[in-house]
């Protein structure tokens, strides 16, 4: 019996992985810690919760004394860590809170695992959970590699490189078993409607404007989230400890370029006539420090882990639209309340 912790499995990612985990490791026993912000969604795990390898936890990462005390009742054998604050436009106007989660919650995680692992390292793994953005803005041309210096250019990516080093620092001054993986732009179902895709299919329906920052032409790698959660059962199971693994899915965009698809697959899906909800495209003020572009160079991960992309991204993509079209009362729930007073500050204010 192993004893695993995932932090923030009640968000985007960490529900598909939390899940992936409870289904293909009965033996395993799964605890979920998440302190369930605006991000964090029970509804997203309903289906396991009755599953008697997963526990739910709400807490917060950035309480010291609780996050010690979890630890010490425990006896955690290994942390797949992915609660963070992860949205680029709330790290512009509320850079504190990403520096309190993202960079203080780590290191009380890797305090606890220091503290209660330090008479046994064996058998035991601290897994961070990064993004492609702490190398900052790629060109026209190049791309991610694991060598690719730090350069973050937004609070967020900031926080993130911020909490990566952490851990690094960790393996190297206290030999914490640590790995690290730095993922590029995950879409597909349960991901919080203040992303591009999910905002975009959510206004789609409602015949809204679809706000695209600038001219639309910057550039991100979108992998579907089901196949990241692949990627971190292969990495938490057989990645070399101090290593770094890029993931992403081969797989570049333009903005404007994708959310055309997405108008065109949602005319189909709703019986609209072509082209009618690209009319919905408004152009709106850019993004502050906008990144021009990733990519990720993931032939590391495919090369050393046999890991690889499963889906095509029009399969991909179609498979999310049915998954919001089919849970709209997912959608309505998390789009009442703050929701509201986001989009408003965000978009009209
Ligand atoms: P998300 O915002 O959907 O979910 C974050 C989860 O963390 C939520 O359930 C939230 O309640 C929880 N949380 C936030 N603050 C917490 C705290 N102080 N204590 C405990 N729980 C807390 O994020 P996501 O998109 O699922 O991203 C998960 C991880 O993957 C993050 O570390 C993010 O940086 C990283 N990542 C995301 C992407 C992406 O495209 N979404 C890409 C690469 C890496
Ligand atoms: P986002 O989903 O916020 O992810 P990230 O900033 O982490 O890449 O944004 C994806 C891209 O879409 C990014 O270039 C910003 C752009 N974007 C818009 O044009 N309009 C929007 O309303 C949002 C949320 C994003």
Not at 128 to 151: A, M, N, P, Q, R
Not at 179 to 204: A, M, R, T, W
Not at 278 to 306: N, P, Q, W
């Amino acid at each position: 019996m192993r004893k695993l912790l995932i932090t923030g499995g009640a968000g985007f990612i960490g529900n598909h992985v939390v899940r992936l985990f409870v289904n293909q490791y009965p033996d395993y026993s799964i605890f979920n810690l998440d302190a369930l912000t605006y991000a964090g969604n029970l509804e997203n795990l309903k289906d396991i919760e009755q599953a008697s390898n997963y526990h739910f936890i709400k807490g917060d990462i950035t309480n010291e004394a609780f996050i010690d005390r979890l630890f010490g009742e425990h006896q955690f054998d290994g942390v797949i860590h992915l609660a963070a604050e992860s949205h680029v436009d709330r790290s512009i106007s509320d850079p504190l809170a990403f520096v309190k989660t993202n960079i203080l919650g780590t290191v009380n995680l890797l305090n606890s695992a220091r503290k209660h692992w330090s008479n046994n390292y064996d058998g035991k793994l601290f897994y961070h959970i990064s993004t492609d953005e702490v190398y900052g803005s790629l060109g026209d041309s190049g791309f991610f590699k694991e060598t690719t210096s730090y350069d973050p250019q937004s609070p967020y990516s900031a926080s993130k490189a911020s909490s990566d080093h952490f851990v690094r620092a960790y393996a190297n001054t206290y030999k914490l078993p640590v790995v690290i993986s730095n993922c590029s732009n995950n879409y597909g179902p349960n991901q919080f409607p203040e992303k591009l895709l999910p905002l975009c299919i959510h206004n789609i329906r409602n015949n809204k404007p679809l706000p695209i920052y600038g001219k639309g032409d910057n550039i991100r790698d979108w992998l579907y989230v089901i196949d990241h959660a692949r990627a971190i059962d292969k990495i938490f199971h057989h990645g070399k400890r101090e290593e770094t693994y890029n993931i992403g899915g081969f797989n570049e965009w333009k903005n404007l370029d994708i959310v055309e698809l997405l108008c065109d697959i949602m005319d189909k899906k709703l019986g609209r006539q072509v082209g009618q909800s690209r009319t919905l495209i408004t152009f709106v003020k850019d993004r502050a420090g906008h990144d021009k572009r990733y990519a990720i160079d993931a032939s590391k991960i495919k090369e050393e882990l046999g890991w690889e992309p499963s889906l095509q991204f029009e399969e991909g993509l179609e498979k999310t639209v049915d998954w919001y079209l089919n849970n709209q009362k997912w959608l309505d729930h998390v789009t009442s309340g703050d929701y509201q007073n986001y989009y408003q500050k965000q978009y009209q204010g």
